[in-house]
């Protein structure tokens, strides 16, 4: 009878022990997940921050005429610090980018300098008010992609995110139409935004295998090429540490 008992005994702390370890699985996927979708948040609010930065830094030598002819002498020697900082802001955060503030200073400087280039070429391209549209374009899209992830929106996919996205698309296609602009230049304008986040959206769910989830700096960094960051010696992360249900957007 004592043996039953022992039997019995060790049958039900068994028993506890399998339902302790899967209950502490279920409980490590949930903060897995909760964690993963707070990496995702601040990734998309860092590229609306960003982006937002860009188009008011570059807008001055699109829309003021007069800025950019006082600009204009100095065209050259401005690309050249232009391009030099995107070069110092990558290696920077190439070399230095895991340890902090590495990464805050190579992100600040990214922006500052991208967007003297990009003033720099809409001053001189006929189509640079175009250009600064399509820019405005995606950084709404960027906004919009935020809010719904923001609001933990179920149905938000790949496939949901895009079709929002070309929505977006023809609303400003419409709007540019009524400005004036030819329906020809308005597709281009309104369908390269739209390629532009379409973009975006596929490298945010590669960056996301080359960065643990507290480097949403870096993956804003190297957004667009993320392949770039195995350069930092980091290996792609295994699927339990941002399993499918945490997946939305990226």
Partial sequence: MPENEYVVATSIRNGGLRKTAKSMRLSTVVVEKETFQSF????????????TAILVLSSPFALLESFAVQVEPYHFVLECIAFGGIGVSFAIALTKGPMWPFAHIALVGLTLFVSLE????????????????????????????????????????????????L???????????????????????????????????FCSA?????????????AVLF?????????LGG????????????????
Avoid at 40 to 51: G, N, P, S
Avoid at 128 to 149: E, M, V
Avoid at 235 to 243: D, G, Q, S, W
């Fill in 40 to 51: 995702t948040r601040k990734l998309w609010a860092l590229l609306v921050l960003q982006y």
């Fill in 118 to 165: 990009m003033g720099l070429t809409f001053a001189e391209a006929s189509w640079g008010r175009y250009g600064l549209i399509a820019i405005g374009q995606a950084t709404t899209n960027f906004a919009i992609i935020l809010a719904l992830i923001t609001m933990e929106t179920q149905w938000l996919s790949y496939t949901t995110g895009t079709a929002i996205c």
């Fill in 167 to 201: 929505i977006c698309a023809g609303i400003w296609m419409l709007v540019l139409t009524m400005t004036g602009l030819s329906v020809t230049y308005a597709c281009y304008v309104a369908l390269g935004g739209w390629g532009y986040t379409l973009m975006v959206i």
């Fill in 206 to 218: 590669q960056v996301a295998h080359h960065v643990s989830t507290d480097e949403y700096i870096l």
């Fill in 223 to 231: 957004i667009l090429f993320p392949e770039a960051l195995l350069c």
């Fill in 235 to 250: 290996k792609e992360r295994t699927p339990e540490h941002h399993p499918d249900e945490a997946v939305s957007i990226v």
